[in-house]
């Protein structure tokens, strides 16, 4: 089944605490990005990755670090978690970086910074 | 920079009712467009896309079209269900910024029996 899947779905931590989010497709796409939401004002990019080892900002990337070492995982990074960080994360990925392609979304992972 | 605003929920409808979800957006190059939608605890699914100026998108029932005149793509369904319920996210992806979508707020949506 081609399926982008995150990993936790689900975490609490503390303020400072090092954490990674994992990515992964299983599609075969060249494009894979970070998204965040927060309620009122949808879904803001963080990163994305054009393809392996090619990645940049997108919107809102302060406090957070990517990597795209394999073309089909693509981890979320935050060094030093703090309380502005809270949030529902998603992975999404598409064959390229057209415009016209649909990205497909993985399921989220919530993240709770104390 | 690219916006895009859609209508605030939410949308209460009963069954069978006419639905329509305004949206409109800027965009500095010529974007494509989108309506993603969120089921409860679930990740975004592409709803339905257009590509260029009076293209009309559909899927399960819902359209939406591409006026370039009005920078609208406002979505619209004849008769909702309650799976229909759900939040409705427009979005654009414009070609000067590569694959990033841009999208609005989104729209609660609930539909009752």
């Known amino acids: 089944e081609a399926q982008v899947t995150q990993n936790p779905r689900y975490l609490i931590t503390v303020t400072g605490k090092k954490l990674t989010v994992t990515c992964s497709q299983n599609m075969n796409h060249e494009y894979m990005s970070w998204y965040r939401q927060d309620p009122g004002l949808g879904l803001r990019q963080i990163y994305y990755?054009?393809?392996?080892?090619?990645?940049d900002k997108g919107d809102v990337p302060e406090g957070y670090k990517v990597s795209r070492k394999e073309k089909r995982n693509f981890p979320l990074i935050l060094e030093s978690p703090s309380p502005n960080q809270t949030s529902l994360y998603f992975c999404?990925?598409?064959?390229?970086?057209?415009?016209?392609?649909?990205?497909?979304f993985g399921p989220g992972t919530r993240l709770t910074v104390l | 920079g690219d916006s895009v605003t859609q209508m605030e929920g939410p949308v209460t409808l009963s069954e069978e009712a006419f639905l329509t979800i305004n949206c409109t957006y800027t965009a500095t190059g010529y974007p494509s467009l989108f309506w993603y939608v969120q089921y409860p605890g679930e990740g975004l699914q592409l709803l339905l896309k257009?590509?260029?100026?009076?293209d009309k998108g559909s899927n399960k029932g819902f359209e939406a079209t591409y006026r370039k005149e009005t920078t609208s793509f406002h979505l619209e369904k004849g008769s909702v269900q309650v799976s229909d319920s759900a939040v409705y996210f427009c979005a654009l992806s414009d070609p000067v910024a590569g694959n990033m979508l841009t999208f609005g707020g989104g729209t609660r949506l609930m539909v009752k029996p």
């Open positions: 999404a990925s598409s064959l390229s970086s057209a415009s016209y392609n649909e990205q497909f």
């Open positions: 257009a590509t260029k100026a009076d």
């Open positions: 990755s054009m393809n392996v080892e090619v990645t």
